[in-house]
């Protein structure tokens, strides 16, 4: 397998960072690349989609000079995906909270919302967004 051109990765964090891998990888289907840590505390992972990209995300710290602070449960992503019918099958499947429902959208994607674990927001759609300017 080749390594995709560089892309843009979201990066979060999560109070239970395990708990959050788990089911991105079972309601989602994210492949989880890297996890370092020690015992529940996850200092880094990378989750790759399987049509490219991916996330990364860390577990909380209770450091007040942390230099980054995200606070869970906030992000918002979009993951373009060929087949959101079966993306949205899975995350019901295992119990994801479906927050839009499967349909068709302006632009001409096919998309839903579900909530994560930790209270974030994934859209799945077959938007791929608009081609690039000439420059």
């Not at 492949?31 to 399987?50: I, K």
């Not at 295992?94 to 859209?123: C, Q, Y």
Request: with cysteine.
């Amino acid at each position: 397998m080749t390594t995709p051109p560089p892309s843009v990765s979201p990066a979060f964090r999560a109070t239970d960072a395990p708990a959050l891998i788990r089911f991105l990888i079972d309601a989602f289907g994210f492949e989880e690349t890297a996890v370092y840590g020690e015992g529940d505390r996850v200092d880094h992972a990378q989750l790759d989609w399987p049509e490219g990209g991916g996330v990364m995300l860390a577990s909380l710290k209770e450091d007040p000079d942390d230099a980054w602070p995200a606070v869970p449960g906030t992000a918002a992503c979009y993951v373009v995906t060929a087949d959101p019918q079966a993306v949205h099958d899975r995350a019901v499947a295992a119990g994801a909270e479906i927050v839009r429902e499967l349909a068709g959208t302006d632009d001409g994607s096919r998309e839903f919302s579900a909530r994560d674990v930790e209270g974030n927001v994934w859209s799945f759609g077959t938007y791929p967004g608009e081609p690039r300017r000439p420059g």
